[in-house]
């Protein structure tokens, strides 16, 4: 990537009563997207950066004849509000839905767009999703409702008599922590309530050219987030859109350590103007992905160390705690939180990859 520090900024906080959308319903609440035009017709919409890890970033690319959108939140309210500042924009259908990646913060919202623009919609994603947006995503849903379900009732329990799990007794911060925490798992319970999962009706196998909305897109096939990560490329404008194979901190749970490094050595060779990322704000310089790529190496290099001395996974994930890549990764509290929850998920998975035992 390379910086030229453009900013065509159209910065347009969409406010509240937006128009009713097409599906005829009417759109009482108002979504706050932030709406960045990173070329001329290629916006960027960018969740607030409180919210930026709960859902997905999308990019809107708008042509004369139609618009082509990249990655459809969970949240059904930002899918819809997102249609509406569309049909706001302009008079084209969306024709085309790309999914970078089948994780259901970037792929639930698919069904609404085939409910508001019809069989003629195509939404295009790597070979894998055919079967990892019913199942995989699917799946996540289901055991994370069923999780919720379970543990609530007994959180909700435990805040009230301020008491922790193990006995300890909950400080006034404490307490306000643990009830951001449950607002939390309440909103994704709102969000996710009656998730559909429509996975792609055309896919692409490692690379493909496309000419939409009076563009060039090239969709280019990576293993790294998960198996099946697109980086949408539009090689006049110079802008890659990169779900969360390059995003505001990554996640490598479902990932793959070793390839994800040398994907994004790919990125780097590229002449990027803008990165469009799966969460976080617009990067117009390469600090993000060295520190991504920095954090991959040291993770595969420790837990390869530790695989080979013959620690235990559970021995791995005490000892590999990477706390100056927290630092150096996180930009604020709630990257450094969501860090610390999900680096074990990444120690698991470079120790299983060291193993030769990481299945795809
Ligand atoms: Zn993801």
Partial sequence: MRSTGRLMAAMVMLAASLAPVATGQAQEDSYPW????????????????????????????????????????????????????????????????????????????????????????????????????????????????????????????????????????????????????????????????????????????????????????????????????TVVWLPEEGVAITGDLLDDLPYVGHGYPTSWRTALDSLRDMPIVSTIPGHGPVFRDDTKLNAVHGFLDALITQATAAAAAGQTLEDAIATITLESWRDRLASDDIAARFFEQSLGEAVERAWLEARDELEQ
């Avoid at 708008?62 to 302009?90: H, K, M, Y």
């Avoid at 994704?188 to 493909?208: E, I, K, M």
């Fill in 34 to 229: 932030v709406m960045e035009e990173v070329a001329p017709g290629v916006f960027a919409a960018l969740q607030p950066s409180e919210t930026r890890f709960g859902d997905s970033n999308s990019a809107v690319i708008i042509g004369l004849n139609e618009v082509v959108v990249i990655d459809s939140q969970a949240d059904p309210a930002a899918v819809r509000a997102l249609i509406a500042w569309i049909g706001a924009a302009t008079d084209a259908p969306v024709g085309l839905v790309i999914n970078t990646h089948w994780h259901g913060d970037h792929t639930q919202g698919n069904a609404i767009y085939r409910d508001v623009y019809g069989d003629d919609l195509e939404i295009i994603g790597h070979a894998s999703l055919v079967e990892d947006v019913p199942e995989r995503a699917g799946a996540f849903v289901r055991e994370r409702t069923a999780y919720f379900a379970t543990e609530l009732p007994a959180a909700y329990q435990r805040l009230e008599q301020g008491v922790f799990r193990d006995g300890s007794t909950m400080t006034e911060a404490d307490k306000e922590e643990q009830q951001a925490v449950l607002a939390r798992a309440e909103l994704w319970l709102a969000a996710n309530r009656d998730a559909r999962f429509v996975g792609p009706n055309r896919t692409y196998s490692s690379r493909q050219r496309l000419r939409r909305a009076g563009r060039t897109i090239d969709l280019v096939h990576y293993a790294g987030h998960t198996r099946g990560d």
